[in-house]
Structure formats: structure tokens, C-alpha cells
């Protein structure tokens, strides 16, 4: 049976989710459900419920740093800031990524650029 063009598309997005959020991070600080609508909007993330693990994940590994803001008149919100460290490995996935695209398109018989 041949697999769906939505499995497939969740199987990439899902790969790829970190990273996506590193680069929406690159501009600015986000708080959570800013970060889903910005990835819904796009196509890249169906729902926020995996994206908070996912967070939480990049916090401990050092991606991410965080940071809490209480808006007047509002709940506290967390605010998650690209690092160092997270900027790095968004350098290093960009290059693997812009590799792997290629080889790929080869495969394909597409031209890539």
C-alpha cells in the first residue's frame, strides 16, 4: 500500500520541527502559542500539543533559553529566546539541509536553485 502524501508531509514536518522553530526564534522572542499559530499559519505543525515537549526538549539541551513576562491585565507567559547554542546548530542544519535538498532533487531529475 503506498503511503499517503500527508504521511509523508507529517514525517518530514516532524524531522524538521526543531529547526523551524530555531529560525521563527532567530528574528525575536516568542511565547508558546505564538510559536504554534506562527507554524500552523505555515503548514509545518498541525497542533501545539506536540510543541510544547518539543520546547520544553530544546530548553534542556540548550537551543532555547526562557523567560517568564507578566502582561498587565493577563496570565505570565513563557518566552523563548534562540541561544548561542541554538543558532549554531540552526547554522549547521541549514548547510545539511541545502546538501540533502540537493542530492535529492538529483534523484528526483528536478534542478535545484
Known amino acids: 500500500m503506498p ?10 514536518r516532524k524531522g524538521v520541527l526543531e529547526y523551524c522553530v530555531l ?27 506536540s510543541l510544547y515537549p518539543l520546547l520544553a526538549r ?3 539541551s540548550g537551543s532555547v533559553d526562557t523567560r517568564w513576562e507578566q502582561a498587565a491585565g493577563s496570565r505570565s507567559r513563557k518566552y523563548y529566546a534562540i541561544t548561542a ?3 549554531q ?10 546538501q540533502i535538498s540537493a542530492q535529492v532533487y538529483g534523484l ?3 534542478h535545484h536553485g
Open 89 to 98: 546548530q540552526l547554522a549547521t542544519f541549514e548547510a545539511v539541509w541545502n
Open 85 to 87: 547554542e541554538g543558532q
Open 23 to 49: 529560525a521563527l526564534l532567530q528574528d525575536r522572542e516568542m511565547y508558546g502559542l505564538e510559536i504554534a499559530n506562527e507554524l500552523m499559519d505555515r503548514e509545518l505543525s498541525a497542533s501545539e500539543g
Open 3 to 12: 503511503e499517503s502524501s500527508e504521511k509523508i508531509a507529517t514525517n518530514l
Open 108 to 110: 528526483l531529475g528536478g
Open 58 to 60: 530544546m530548553k534542556t
